[in-house]
């Protein structure tokens, strides 16, 4: 069975733009949505606005994060998972795969979306790479979305990314 995530072009753009405002910083977001057993469908993804950013870290405030959670349980959509980026450091490329600190931080049953950003060196109309990302390039930038789920305590598994509204993205 393909394991798959779909995402919706509000949630798409949610983490795109995010990632990019704070360029050289990380991200970091929730991914509220619907999860399948090997599927999960991205609504939303809403930014940390109020996160402890680094050049390789970021972290919630553990009080904010609470308020957060607490709230969203009233709300008829499900935190899913969360997003985070991964940025160029010097001529250091970014990659959107997890590392291993990412893997330790994920649980079960939840979607990991990584947003790589590197600085665009040539246009790249958006597609689905041979991996099941997605890449393309959005004014200066090159921008590419993996996505993963936990498959055993030190082991992260791909999923395809579906994203529609992407490809029809002009570069």
Same mark, same amino acid.
């Given at each position: 069975?393909?394991?798959i995530?779909h995402?919706?072009?509000?949630?798409?753009?949610s983490?795109?733009?995010?990632?990019?405002e704070v360029?050289r910083?990380?991200?970091?977001g929730?991914?509220?949505g619907?999860?399948?057993?090997?599927?999960?469908?991205?609504?939303?993804?809403i930014p940390?606005?109020?996160a402890?950013?680094?050049?390789?870290?970021v972290?919630?405030?553990?009080k904010i994060?609470d308020?957060?959670?607490?709230?969203? !349980?009233?709300?008829?959509?499900?935190?899913?998972?969360?997003?985070?980026?991964?940025?160029?450091w010097g001529?250091?490329?970014?990659n /959107?795969?997890?590392?291993?600190?990412?893997? /330790?931080d994920?649980?079960?049953?939840?979607a990991?979306?990584i947003?790589?950003?590197?600085?665009?060196?040539?246009?790249?109309?958006?597609?689905?790479t041979?991996?099941?990302?997605?890449k393309?390039?959005?004014d200066?930038?090159v921008?590419?979305?993996?996505?993963?789920?936990?498959?055993?305590k030190? !082991?992260?598994?791909?999923?395809?990314?579906?994203?529609?509204?992407?490809t029809g993205?002009s570069?």
């Amino acid at each position: 069975m393909e394991r798959i995530v779909h995402i919706k072009e509000r949630a798409f753009l949610s983490m795109i733009l995010s990632s990019i405002e704070v360029y050289r910083h990380e991200t970091l977001g929730l991914l509220l949505g619907y999860a399948g057993i090997d599927k999960f469908v991205i609504e939303h993804s809403i930014p940390y606005q109020t996160a402890v950013k680094g050049y390789s870290w970021v972290s919630p405030k553990p009080k904010i994060s609470d308020r957060r959670g607490r709230i969203l !349980k009233h709300m008829p959509i499900n935190v899913i998972g969360d997003f985070h980026s991964h940025t160029q450091w010097g001529t250091t490329k970014a990659n /959107a795969v997890p590392s291993g600190e990412d893997i /330790a931080d994920m649980e079960p049953n939840r979607a990991y979306i990584i947003v790589a950003v590197n600085d665009k060196e040539k246009a790249e109309p958006w597609h689905q790479t041979a991996e099941g990302t997605i890449k393309g390039t959005l004014d200066e930038y090159v921008i590419e979305l993996g996505a993963y789920i936990l498959v055993s305590k030190f !082991k992260a598994g791909a999923l395809k990314v579906i994203c529609p509204s992407a490809t029809g993205l002009s570069y």
